[in-house]
């Protein structure tokens, strides 16, 4: 098992949606969860990092924790066609961040 | 302004050439890491620092090497680059202080080795 998977996509949503990007994570992930968008070809950016159990909302954005399942997920609310990108889920490893593959999100106007 | 800085941002070079990517950041962070990533893949670690002196190896096997002689300076040097080194280098850093920390990344250099 990989250490932190998501589904690779593509996740296709309508403009306005409600896009759900999820990812789960191995017993060798800690504590810390991390969520980076991906533009085609740009540097991952840093938008939402939760490190309890709950929910976490900034902004569109609402990261949920839930570590008895071992699953982070990340909403985007009133998707928008520039949140078009691939969405990078990472957890603390042993002194280091472990990144899933990524999810690519297509929001279509 | 508080930044990660990359240059070059795009390199094309020979087969056989010796190139140094350069990586500064202005966050006062000590830790400090370098990431090939091909279009489309997966992230993968190739070096890593926790201040002036120490580096580490990376998740990825890389024939690149690193040094950290100054706090905000990480370059990386492939001593004889290969069409196998063609890739995107992604450089991070991360808040000092934190068990796990937030990574904050470069804009990357995009090579290119014929």
């Known amino acids: 098992q990989k250490e932190v998977e998501q589904n690779s996509g593509p996740l296709s949503v309508p403009e306005g949606a409600i896009a759900s990007l999820n990812c789960t994570y191995s017993d060798r992930v800690s504590q810390s969860f991390f969520w980076y968008r991906q533009y085609s070809g740009k540097s991952p950016e840093l938008i939402m990092s939760?490190?309890?159990?709950g929910d976490k909302e900034d902004g569109r954005f609402t990261a949920q924790l839930n570590k008895a399942s071992q699953y982070v997920s990340l909403l985007i609310r009133d998707s928008q066609p520039s949140d078009s990108a691939t969405y990078l889920c990472a957890g603390g490893g042993f002194q280091k961040l472990v990144f899933g593959t990524g999810t690519r999100l297509l929001v279509s106007p | 302004e508080a930044d990660i800085y990359q240059t070059p941002r795009y390199l094309v070079i020979g087969t056989g050439k010796k190139i140094t990517l350069e990586c500064s950041q202005t966050?006062?962070?000590?830790?400090m890491y370098w990431y090939q990533q091909d279009p489309g893949m997966e992230l993968h670690l190739i070096h890593y620092s926790y201040g002036v002196n120490s580096t580490e190896k990376g998740d990825l096997s890389s024939e690149s090497t690193v040094s950290r002689i100054r706090t905000e300076h990480f370059p990386l040097t492939l001593e004889s680059a290969r069409p196998s080194h063609t890739s995107q280098y992604l450089c991070?850093?991360?808040?000092?202080?934190?068990?796990?920390?937030?990574?904050?990344f470069g804009p990357g250099t995009r090579l290119t080795v014929l």
């Open positions: 939760i490190y309890s159990n």
């Open positions: 966050m006062g962070h000590d830790k």
């Open positions: 991070a850093s991360s808040e000092p202080g934190l068990a796990i920390d937030e990574q904050f």
